[in-house]
């Protein structure tokens, strides 16, 4: 069964870190451009950044830029989100997503082919 499983997220207060984990179950992800969303209460998913297949290029919003980091294990089986600085406006469930291709395909959620499982992250004051 093709699947992303992913790990990290958690309640913190402004300021803090979090580390989202997004690994592979049944397929690699080395040769494909993952991307993280972000979906908050009452919205829909929201594209938050993007890293190509071997992390020569990463795209990030520009809410969540100088903040958040994507990255990937050098043999791609896993991808990484970290998250510093958070504010009560990152609160939402985080989702990573397999796109099709090697390079970032766009920000749109309908690029991705498989999703992870999301994560919630709760920022709090």
């Known amino acids: 069964q093709l699947q992303l499983v992913q790990s990290g997220g958690g309640l913190v207060q402004p300021g803090a870190s979090l580390l989202l984990s997004c690994t592979a179950s049944g397929f690699t992800l080395s040769s494909r451009a993952i991307a993280w969303f972000r979906q908050a209460p009452g919205k829909e998913r929201a594209w938050v950044a993007c890293?190509?297949?071997?992390?020569?290029?990463?795209s990030y919003v520009d809410s969540v830029k100088g903040r958040f980091t994507i990255s990937r294990e050098y043999d791609g089986s896993t991808v990484y989100l970290q998250m510093n600085n958070l504010k009560p406006e990152d609160i939402g469930v985080y989702y990573c997503?397999?796109?099709?291709?090697?390079?970032?395909?766009?920000?749109?959620?309908?690029?991705?082919?498989?999703w992870g499982n999301g994560t919630l992250v709760t920022v709090f004051s």
């Open positions: 890293i190509a297949g071997g992390a020569e290029y990463t």
């Open positions: 997503g397999a796109q099709r291709g090697y390079y970032c395909s766009g920000t749109s959620p309908t690029f991705v082919e498989f």
